[in-house]
């Protein structure tokens, strides 16, 4: 059956430093994948897209890479900020439905950053 | 631009209750999903739509039902709520499907007793 795997334990790091995320995914194919931001009480709020062509992506601190080969993205956060402190959720294509491309989404990992 | 507004924030319902929970969308999007949300779980999928007057099942959709007569609209109803559909709702638009960022709303915390 296919499968998203992100670590569920959380994530510790000091400010300044570089966090990353992994998001391992089995029995898929995807077309892209995506990372999303949630805080507590709020909804998931979008941060990047990687398509299967690409094997990196870039916004402000934000890096994310993309290797098929191994079905594996990395999400970093360089500089890492108390801010950053959230849940991020990795989420890929479940395969066309009817020419449709219908997201899943992985349990998300816990970022805590300690000033 | 609201955006994706989610009505309501809160509710608790009773086992055997019927209710529904309403998402609107003022960005014209094409799709529009219901997802819950569990601890530990992660978010499934429930029901999704792909344009107006259309809904298929997602992941989850036993004990859903749900309606989209207006694009802007989509609706979800539980007919006899128990509780194991105690979670967090959320909702979400986009405009071509799983290839263009999903826009969500602010939750729908619902606690059936």
């Known amino acids: 059956s296919q499968k998203i795997e992100q670590n569920s334990e959380a994530l510790n790091i000091q400010e300044g430093k570089t966090a990353t995320l992994t998001c391992n995914y089995t029995?898929?194919?995807?077309?892209?994948l995506q990372w999303y931001r949630q805080d507590p009480g709020r909804g998931p709020v979008f941060l990047l897209l990687?398509?299967?062509?690409?094997k990196e992506k870039r916004k402000e601190r934000l890096k994310v890479t993309f290797d098929t080969t191994l079905k594996q993205s990395l999400f970093h956060i360089t500089a890492s900020q108390p801010a950053d402190s959230a849940t991020y959720l990795c989420?890929?294509?479940?395969?066309?439905?009817?020419?449709?491309?219908?997201?899943?989404f992985g349990r998300g990992t816990s970022l805590i950053v300690h000033p | 631009n609201a955006g994706v507004t989610q009505t309501p924030k809160f509710r608790v319902l009773k086992t055997g209750q019927s209710m529904t929970l309403l998402c609107a969308q003022d960005m014209n999007h094409e799709y529009m999903y219901w997802y819950r949300q569990d601890p530990g779980m992660g978010l499934r999928l429930i029901h999704y739509?792909?344009?107006?007057?259309?809904?298929a099942k997602g992941e989850v959709p036993d004990g859903y039902n749900v309606s989209r007569l207006k694009k802007q609209n989509f609706l979800l109803g539980l007919e006899s709520a128990a509780p194991s559909q105690t979670s967090v709702y959320f909702c979400?638009?986009?405009?071509?499907?799983?290839?263009?960022?999903?826009?969500f709303g602010p939750g729908t915390r619902l606690l059936v007793l």
């Open positions: 739509s792909v344009g107006e007057g259309t809904t």
């Open positions: 029995n898929y194919s995807p077309a892209y």
């Open positions: 979400a638009s986009n405009d071509r499907g799983g290839q263009e960022t999903q826009y």
């Open positions: 990687i398509r299967e062509n690409e």
């Open positions: 989420a890929l294509d479940d395969g066309e439905r009817g020419g449709s491309y219908i997201p899943t």
